[in-house]
């Protein structure tokens, strides 16, 4: 596709189960990036992938919270025991290069409600 | 580290008048730095961008910001505000040692009065 695509749209679950969110660069990028958008706690960083690796996993805020990417390409973040405090927006981005100076390119991001 | 203040967290103008929204930012490196927009149930689209070179830097829909290093400042302007341009405005910061990834401002919402 032309931009970043994010699955599914739209997530509520039970506080306790596990959600997979999944993030589909743009065709080439080679970095990619998880963001979190909450009420309390603004635009906040997760994690950042170069190909499948990932050399800043400094944001993710618990070891609940898991990614990874597979073929250079599609990312998936993981979510394990949900809790109610994990509501949010996760946005994911990619950039051609993994350079600070390259534009990241948002997806529409998943929003997620735990009940 | 790096860190990114956006002062007012709403503003409010007048459909035709100048549109100001101020950005801070904090950086030990060179930085980098963004601004974004969000509308309503959307992802974010960048405005513009500085990385070197000249200071003023021309975006989309009619949107400029300077970068004064002296004021540690990137303030948005666009001299006549249009009804469209309500929206959520996102000042963000990287750097290419550390951390690669933005660290966003924590928004600026602009409302355009008719």
């Known amino acids: 596709g032309a931009g970043v695509s994010q699955s599914p749209s739209n997530k509520v679950t039970e506080k306790g189960k596990d959600v997979e969110l999944r993030c589909d660069p743009i065709?080439?990028?080679?970095?990619l990036y998880w963001y979190r958008q909450s009420l309390g706690q603004g635009l906040e960083f997760l994690i950042y992938?170069?190909?499948?690796?990932?050399?800043?996993k400094s944001g993710l805020p618990s070891d609940r919270f898991s990614a990874e990417r597979t073929g250079g390409s599609v990312s998936t973040l993981t979510i394990q025991r949900t809790q109610q405090e994990d509501s949010a927006v996760y946005l994911c981005?990619?950039?051609?290069?993994?350079?600070?100076?390259?534009?990241?390119?948002f997806g529409p991001g998943t929003r997620l409600l735990v009940l | 580290a790096q860190s990114v203040t956006q002062l007012g967290s709403h503003v409010s103008v007048s459909e035709g008048a100048l549109v100001l929204l101020r950005c801070n930012y904090s950086?030990?490196?060179?930085?980098?730095l963004f601004w974004y927009v969000q509308y309503p149930n959307q992802g974010l689209q960048l405005l513009l961008k500085?990385?070197?070179?000249?200071?003023l830097v021309k975006g989309i829909n009619g949107f400029e910001a300077e970068f004064k290093k002296s004021e540690t400042s990137f303030h948005l302007t666009k001299p006549s505000a249009h009804m469209s341009d309500a929206a959520e405005y996102f000042c963000?910061?990287?750097?290419?040692?550390?951390?690669?990834?933005?660290?966003f401002g924590s928004g600026t919402r602009l409302q355009v009065q008719p």
């Open positions: 981005a990619s950039s051609l290069f993994p350079s600070g100076l390259e534009t990241q390119y």
């Open positions: 065709s080439g990028h080679t970095a």
């Open positions: 992938f170069q190909g499948n690796s990932a050399p800043d």
């Open positions: 500085y990385t070197t070179g000249a200071t």
């Open positions: 950086s030990s490196v060179p930085p980098y």
């Open positions: 963000a910061v990287s750097g290419d040692t550390g951390r690669r990834a933005l660290t």
